[in-house]
């Protein structure tokens, strides 16, 4: 009886905590996607140019985490530096990023496609084992396998256009992109030779 009640009262927290969270309006993000981000990205997040990366089906936890760093808070400097990303998402709430995020999420993937067959296996051996002579991690550790990530941490890279993947590699290596956590991905690509960046982005577009 004792227990039974505990129980009860556990479920009774559980719930008003829950119920404290106003559930992410959906057709709002939907209606900011057809009206905002549809120019780069297309309503459903599968972008048609290599210049704007494909959101569709990528982790919710990664894109509200990449979403809030384009904006400046409180003043603050922007973490992640884009021009076109940090006008579009500057009149955002957090909670209108989780819907977003929600909804882009949410959407199918139609992936991009690996262009190049004669550096496959080059870019299979990093994805599978890095390069071990220079201590790069095999990417498949973190992004998983198949590319898919490992959400809430690691993006999924598969299907992604090979020229993002190479421009955000370079980004790291330059240091113009430094939003990832610990510079894991500073270390890594800093490590790499421009080659290597190309074989690996276009065998990771190439991953179902
Ligand atoms: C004018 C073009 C443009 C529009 C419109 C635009 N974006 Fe972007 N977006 C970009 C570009 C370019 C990047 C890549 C930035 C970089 O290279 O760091 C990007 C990156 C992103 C990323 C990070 C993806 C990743 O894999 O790291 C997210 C999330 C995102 N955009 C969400 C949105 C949302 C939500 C909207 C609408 C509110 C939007 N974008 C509107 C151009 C645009
Ligand atoms: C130890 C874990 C780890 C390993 C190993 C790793 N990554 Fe990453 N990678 C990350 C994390 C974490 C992020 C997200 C950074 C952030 O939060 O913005 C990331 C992001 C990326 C991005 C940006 C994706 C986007 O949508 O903008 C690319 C490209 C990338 N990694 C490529 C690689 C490649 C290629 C390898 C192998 C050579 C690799 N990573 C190995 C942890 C890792």
């Given at each position: 009886?004792?227990?039974?009640?505990?129980l009860?009262?556990?479920?009774?927290?559980?719930?008003s905590?829950?119920?404290?969270e106003?559930?992410?309006?959906?057709?709002?993000?939907?209606?900011?996607?057809?009206?905002?981000?549809?120019?780069?990205?297309?309503?459903?997040g599968?972008?048609?140019?290599?210049?704007?990366?494909?959101?569709a089906?990528?982790?919710?936890?990664?894109?509200?985490?990449?979403?809030?760093e384009?904006?400046?808070?409180?003043?603050?400097?922007v973490?992640?530096?884009?021009?076109?990303?940090?006008a579009?998402?500057?009149?955002?709430?957090?909670?209108?990023?989780?819907?977003?995020?929600?909804?882009?999420?949410?959407?199918?993937?139609?992936?991009?496609?690996?262009?190049?067959?004669?550096?496959?296996?080059?870019?299979?051996?990093?994805?599978?084992?890095?390069?071990?002579k220079?201590?790069?991690p095999?990417?498949?550790?973190?992004?998983?396998?198949?590319?898919?990530g490992?959400?809430?941490?690691?993006?999924a890279?598969?299907?992604?256009?090979?020229?993002?993947?190479?421009?955000?590699?370079?980004?790291?290596?330059?240091?113009?992109?430094?939003?990832?956590p610990?510079?894991?991905?500073q270390?890594?690509?800093?490590?790499?030779?421009?080659?290597?960046?190309?074989?690996?982005?276009?065998?990771?577009a190439?991953?179902?």
């Amino acid at each position: 009886m004792i227990k039974r009640s505990l129980l009860l009262s556990l479920l009774l927290v559980a719930g008003s905590a829950h119920a404290q969270e106003p559930a992410p309006d959906l057709e709002k993000a939907r209606q900011t996607a057809e009206t905002n981000c549809v120019a780069c990205h297309m309503v459903d997040g599968n972008s048609e140019l290599p210049d704007y990366p494909k959101i569709a089906g990528q982790s919710e936890d990664y894109l509200l985490k990449q979403m809030k760093e384009f904006k400046s808070w409180d003043g603050k400097p922007v973490v992640r530096e884009n021009a076109f990303m940090g006008a579009m998402i500057s009149p955002l709430e957090e909670a209108d990023m989780k819907a977003m995020a929600v909804y882009f999420s949410g959407q199918t993937l139609k992936p991009a496609a690996a262009k190049q067959p004669d550096t496959f296996a080059e870019g299979q051996k990093i994805w599978r084992a890095g390069i071990v002579k220079k201590g790069v991690p095999a990417c498949a550790a973190c992004h998983g396998p198949a590319g898919k990530g490992m959400p809430a941490q690691y993006p999924a890279l598969a299907g992604q256009f090979p020229e993002y993947l190479e421009t955000q590699l370079r980004a790291f290596r330059d240091g113009t992109r430094k939003n990832d956590p610990a510079a894991v991905m500073q270390a890594i690509a800093l490590r790499m030779t421009e080659p290597e960046i190309k074989a690996v982005s276009d065998y990771a577009a190439g991953l179902r």
